[in-house]
């Protein structure tokens, strides 16, 4: 399996709920991450994304590019929420791998404006 193919599995199962079989799957014992409202331990981020999950169960999550780049893979995905009056969101997760697990991740999110006067689009 790729990184790229990696990268998209973890995120589509852990960001559609199946957390921890992402995490026991795809993630290294020692991960880290860089989400700033979190401790920086793969536990917090388990918990995080559980609760997440919790509060918005039929959240979905559409990778629309993925690239890798030897140890790194990174998505761009368009992520939904099951209230269609709150906005969806551009995301951008950046994955570094080591021995085909994933040790550390940044993410970067951006809500998308109905609004907005860009022609082409967050995708």
């Known amino acids: 399996m790729t990184r790229k193919e990696s990268a998209a599995q973890f995120l589509t199962m852990a960001g559609t709920g199946d957390v921890r ?22 536990a917090s981020l388990i918990s995080a994304m559980e609760g997440a999950a919790k509060s918005c169960p039929n959240k979905s999550v559409q990778i629309k590019h993925i690239y890798e780049d030897g140890s790194t893979g ?16 551009a995301v951008v997760h ?17 809500l998308i404006s109905p609004d907005s006067p860009n022609e082409y689009g967050m995708f």
């Open 21 to 42: 079989a992402a995490f026991e799957k795809f993630a290294a014992p020692n991960l880290i991450h860089h989400n700033q409202y979190f401790k920086g331990d793969r």
């Open 74 to 89: 990174i998505t761009h995905s368009l992520v939904t929420r099951q209230n269609p009056a709150e906005p969806s969101i």
């Open 94 to 110: 950046i994955f570094r791998f080591e021995n085909d697990r994933v040790v550390e991740l940044w993410d970067v999110g951006q």
